[in-house]
């Protein structure tokens, strides 16, 4: 990593101020918010600049260069349980990107949007509205004010038609760490229009290498769109014990592969990963340090009638496919799940009208589940909606008192301990069973509740997300200690992340003898010789072309 002594770091600042003005550089305590992080996680920042315009971003490069300082470009910071806005490495400076937030270009009839990397998730949705453009956002839990691109270039994922972020990503621009803008070959010769609407481009193609890397700011990216459907119905099923879960992985594998688009991402969540979206959680019964006792998850579980696995899907498409689709989907999980039932929208609001009039408890309840399942259901047609950001709060966090309603939740700004462990599972029952099992053993040996989503990423893998919920103040080590488990079990049984946060990078990027790892060190050294981007981000840091050659004669003697 370069040095970055006192003094070059003050003429950069001079610099920055200079050309982008005194508002658009942080130092001191302005810098402390981007500290904040939900995974326990301490780094030192030494400024943060905010550029507005691509323009600047080269500026801020250039400056970077001359005075060699380390720069760490973030779109909105919200990566929350991966480290939100907190750089890679200690003394970097935060390049802000959040100003640049103008949606560049929409072409209604090829479906795509160019937007800059501060465009949060409810501005796309707003302007879409403004302009009564008919397509989705495409959104993630983690809600209305992350960014689309951060979200894509960490190859994020959500439960709309275009799930996979990156997929869908049709071109881009970067800043290199020489000063260039990089972008495809076909835009460089001219025909920008078709680059936005194919994503290989001519030649190697190299948009992927910004992705979960360190080598450009990334300054526009052109996303396709998913159109709103004719129409989209919500479903939902019940496996009612723990050993049918078999065959509920049996069945959905067989929806996926026999429904292809029309079938959204199904989630099949355990009763525990249920219960902390509907109860609060009992602080009274789980002592520090521990887990909640299997009798009370029992009976909580029993007072809200869950089932011990519960699957959540969505139909997409014209009136008279889904209603085809809808009886594959009861021929296929009808038999096998219990309580499979359909909401459309206008159902959804019938419903919650007729609940209103039930009084009592019954009727309280009634309406809580129909508005989370309206809200879910906001969520696939595109709209960000704050309810699965609630799960960060579940076990610590608090939430202001005087908080605004308007407020949006932000997890880091507000102390939540959350750690993501997202390892990719193949679609099989075999799988999943050792999976779940592994899950199951290992988070209660550290006091971590087994919190289980598994999601379907394709026709063959699920991915599962599940959240390491701790005190941040208190249980940092714990909880670290526990993804370490979760990451080594889950290797020697063929379930890897396919995403990390900023403490355990080195888990992938420190194996010995890695030919993959050696080879992103080389693409690094090829293109950011000073390790001016990032450093530490999905690689090694400083690995000088002489070690790298060493190690490589050292495997051929082997
Ligand atoms: C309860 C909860 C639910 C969540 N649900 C989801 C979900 O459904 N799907 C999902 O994918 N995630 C989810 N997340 C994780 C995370 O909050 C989101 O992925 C979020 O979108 C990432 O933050 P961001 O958009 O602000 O990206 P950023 O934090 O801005 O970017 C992420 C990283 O990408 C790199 N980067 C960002 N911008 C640039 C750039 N312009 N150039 C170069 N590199 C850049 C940086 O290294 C940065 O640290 C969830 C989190 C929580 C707590």
Redesign the pocket.
């Known amino acids: 990593m370069p040095e970055s002594n006192p003094s070059s770091l003050d003429l950069a600042l001079t610099s920055w101020r200079q050309a982008l003005g005194k508002d658009a550089v942080l130092t001191g305590e302005d810098c402390d918010r981007y500290g904040r992080n939900?995974i326990a996680v301490a780094r030192r920042i030494s400024a943060v600049v905010c550029p507005c315009t691509e323009a600047e971003v080269e500026i801020v490069v250039k400056i970077a260069r001359d005075q060699k300082i380390p720069l760490?470009?973030?779109?909105?910071?919200?990566?929350?349980?991966?480290?939100?806005?907190a750089p890679?490495a200690d003394d970097s400076v935060i390049v802000d990107?959040s100003r640049m937030n103008r949606v560049l270009e929409v072409d209604p009839v090829l479906g795509v949007v160019t937007l800059e990397?501060g465009v949060t998730q409810q501005q796309l949705r707003d302007y879409l509205d403004q302009h009564q453009l008919p397509f989705l956002v495409p959104v993630?839990?983690?809600?209305p004010t992350?960014?689309?691109?951060?979200?894509a270039?960490?190859r994020?994922?959500?439960?709309t038609p275009h799930g996979d972020?990156f997929a869908a990503v049709m071109a881009l621009r970067?800043v290199l760490p020489s000063g260039e803008i990089y972008q495809s070959a076909i835009a460089e010769a001219g025909g920008k229009d078709v680059d936005h609407a194919y994503k290989w481009g001519v030649g190697p193609y190299l948009d992927g290498i910004?992705t979960q890397s360190?080598l450009?700011?990334?300054?526009q990216m052109t996303l396709a769109l998913a159109r709103v459907p004719e129409r989209v119905e919500l479903f939902i099923f019940g496996l009612p014990e723990e050993a049918d879960l078999e065959s509920g992985v049996d069945a959905v594998r067989a929806l996926r592969q026999s429904l292809g688009d029309g079938l959204g991402a199904i989630n099949i969540l355990n009763r525990l990963r249920v219960l902390s979206m509907i109860e609060p959680y009992p602080l009274e019964a789980a002592a520090q340090g521990k887990v909640i006792p299997g009798d009370m998850i029992e009976a909580m579980a029993k007072r809200r009638r869950l089932p011990y696995w519960f699957g959540v899907g969505a139909l997409y498409g014209t009136k008279e496919t889904v209603p085809a689709m809808r009886r594959r989907v009861k021929k296929t999980l009808g038999p096998r799940s219990k309580g499979l039932l359909f909401f459309s929208k206008s159902r959804l609001g019938l419903l919650q009208a007729l609940m209103s009039l039930v009084p009592g408890t019954l009727g309280q309840v009634m309406q809580e589940r129909l508005r989370t399942l309206d809200e879910t259901l906001d969520i696939l047609l595109g709209r960000p909606r704050e309810t699965?950001?609630?799960?960060?709060y579940w076990k610590s966090g608090g939430v202001p008192s005087a908080r605004d309603p308007d407020e949006p939740l932000d997890?880091a700004r507000d102390g939540?301990g959350?750690m993501?462990y997202a390892p990719l599972v193949p679609m099989t029952a075999r799988s999943v069973r050792s999976y779940v099992d592994m899950i199951t053993e290992i988070c209660p040996k550290f006091g971590i509740n087994p919190l289980i989503t598994l999601t379907t990423i394709s026709e063959r893998c699920f991915d599962s997300t599940v959240?390491i919920l701790f005190d941040l103040q208190t249980e940092g080590e714990q909880a670290q200690a526990c993804y370490r488990a979760l990451f080594e079990e889950g290797q020697r049984r063929g379930f890897l992340p396919y995403r990390m946060n900023l403490k355990s990078m080195g888990l992938y990027v420190d194996r010995e003898n890695s030919v993959y790892w050696r080879t992103v060190e080389r693409v690094k050294q090829a293109l950011d010789p000073n390790q001016l981007f990032?450093p530490g981000?999905y690689h090694r840091g400083v690995v000088p072309e002489a070690a790298l050659n060493a190690a490589e004669s050292e495997m051929d003697n082997e």
């Open positions: 939900c760490y470009p973030i779109s909105t910071g919200h990566n929350w349980g991966y480290g939100s806005a890679a990107l990397p993630t839990g983690a809600g992350c960014s689309l691109l951060g979200n270039l960490e994020g994922y959500g439960i972020h970067a910004f360190s450009g700011i990334v300054t699965a950001l609630k799960l960060a997890p939540c959350i993501w959240p990032s981000r």
